[in-house]
């Protein structure tokens, strides 16, 4: 069954402005961890940001914020002032007890 | 340090031979994850080992194979390659097997059948 779910193939945004990416989850673990990470054509995954299920504070790293809404189970990662170089795959990920799995991804394009 | 290295980066097989993947984790990790990723689509699961015992598997079919070795390396084999094996294979390590620890992933063996 899909537990993580991006349900924007693609998006655009305009350099300096801000973008948020969705992510929902299904889980019935109390435990889990939510990451964001972002996929470049050279094909390395690189982590972005790290919300745990029992985190009272959305997570903040840099220009990146995850928007964290446990009962929606929802966490939407948020990047500030868009780069030329955010363009790429971007995929939200929840690791449970053995493994990680992924959504589909969001192509995000930076248009200058 | 080095991180998580994976070796080949590319690799050119034909159906029905077999390919093993190699991969080094970051030093003091003891988890090491495969995933396959087709074109279009996030990463899926195929194993995950801990203290060089298996402690995941995704659904895969018994083609694929993987082991650990003391040092904590890993390789993935996969037997009678189809079209369909056709992917980027990420090998991905953390420092525990479970818990909400992330991975750091390595660049990927980027895996052609033909």
């Known amino acids: 069954a899909q537990k993580i779910t991006q349900t924007q193939p693609g998006m655009f945004v305009q350099e300096k402005e801000a973008v948020t990416l969705d992510c929902t989850y299904d889980?019935?673990?109390?435990?889990?961890?939510l990451f964001w990470y972002k996929q470049p054509s050279s094909g390395e995954m690189i982590f972005l940001i790290y919300?745990?299920?029992?985190?009272?504070q959305n997570a903040t790293e840099g220009r990146y914020s995850l928007n964290f809404q446990k009962a929606r189970k929802s966490a939407n990662l948020v990047i500030s002032a868009s780069q030329l170089g955010d363009s790429a795959m971007y995929f939200c990920?929840?690791?449970?007890?053995?493994?990680?799995?992924f959504g589909a991804g969001t192509r995000l394009t930076v248009k200058p | 340090d080095a991180g998580v290295t994976q070796s080949p980066t590319h690799l050119i097989k034909t159906r029905g031979q077999q390919v093993t993947l190699r991969c080094s984790p970051i030093s003091g990790h003891k988890s090491v994850s495969w995933y396959q990723q087709v074109l279009g689509q996030g990463p899926q699961f195929i194993f995950q080992?801990?203290?060089?015992?298996?402690?995941g598997r995704g659904n895969f079919p018994d083609r694929f194979s993987a082991r650990q070795f003391p040092n904590y390396s890993s390789e993935l084999n996969v037997n009678a390659l189809l079209l369909g094996d056709s992917a980027l294979y990420l090998c991905?390590?953390?420092?525990?097997?479970?818990?909400?620890?992330?991975?750091?992933f390595g660049s990927g063996t980027r895996l052609t059948v033909v």
């Open positions: 990920a929840m690791r449970e007890e053995n493994d990680m799995r």
């Open positions: 919300q745990g299920s029992y985190d009272q």
């Open positions: 991905a390590s953390s420092l525990l097997r479970g818990g909400v620890y992330g991975y750091t």
């Open positions: 080992y801990y203290e060089k015992e298996e402690r």
């Open positions: 889980t019935s673990d109390p435990s889990y961890g």
